[in-house]
């Protein structure tokens, strides 16, 4: 089992590092999973170094360490964390300082600005600008809050975790990815941070996730 595989890998802890999925592996929903408590004892008790991965994110790193410090009952540290998105921090070079439309959660605008990318909208907020680019639904006779938001401006999409709202996703991306063919004679860049289909959740079935999406996209 999950510990016995634990303290085979304590006796070649000195050549070693395990990255840890989070999903499935120690965790199911908000279930820990049985053994994995023992299990982190066993690589704590050899020390061997360890990170967590997951396609999971919408949060700061440094949630989801306190989070898995609560569930696994030991300390785990920002450090220690890779979120899907995380990687998207390679990416701050080349666009921190150019406008980006990030999808997912409201919180991922937040997460992107602690990246380093210091022009952020949301999906949503270029909906709020100008109601009418997602005409569906009660919203369309909103007044519009903030300013428009120029697609013909945006240098990257990041779609950075999933998002409940898979139309109006659609049609803004598709919006930003046609307006840098008009205007720059190419598609703008897209980046999507998790390629799974589906993942499990609480629900006894696969719910479909960023991967699905990405597929409907296109």
């Excluded at 605008?109 to 270029?126: L, Q, S, T």
């Excluded at 938001?149 to 240098?155: E, K, R, S, V």
């Excluded at 659609?170 to 703008?188: N, P, W």
Aim: glycine residues 10%; proline residues 7%.
């Amino acid at each position: 089992g999950f510990a016995r595989m634990a303290h085979h890998v304590a006796r070649r802890a000195a050549k070693i590092g395990l990255a840890f999925d989070i999903d499935g592996v120690l965790i199911r929903g908000k279930q820990v999973l049985p053994q994995a408590k023992k299990a982190m004892r066993i690589v704590l008790e050899e020390r061997i170094p360890h990170i967590f991965i997951t396609n999971g994110g919408g949060r700061m790193e440094a949630e989801k360490a306190k989070q898995l410090s609560e569930w696994l009952e030991c300390e785990v540290l920002a450090e220690q964390v890779i979120l899907s998105h995380t990687p998207m921090k390679g990416l701050v070079d080349r666009y921190g300082d150019k406008p980006v439309l990030v999808g997912g959660p409201n919180q991922v605008v937040e997460v992107a600005r602690a990246y380093g990318y210091k022009h952020v909208h949301h999906i949503g907020d270029v909906v709020r600008g100008d109601p009418h680019v997602w005409p569906c639904g009660p919203h369309q006779f909103d007044p519009p809050v903030g300013e428009p938001i120029a697609m013909d401006t945006i240098a990257a999409v990041l779609f950075m975790h999933d998002d409940d709202n898979w139309g109006r996703d659609i049609q803004v991306i598709c919006d930003a990815l046609l307006s840098g063919i008009s205007q720059r004679g190419k598609q703008t860049p897209l980046y999507f941070s998790n390629p799974d289909f589906v993942y499990a959740a609480d629900h006894p079935m696969p719910r479909l996730a960023q991967g699905a999406f990405r597929d409907a996209l296109k």
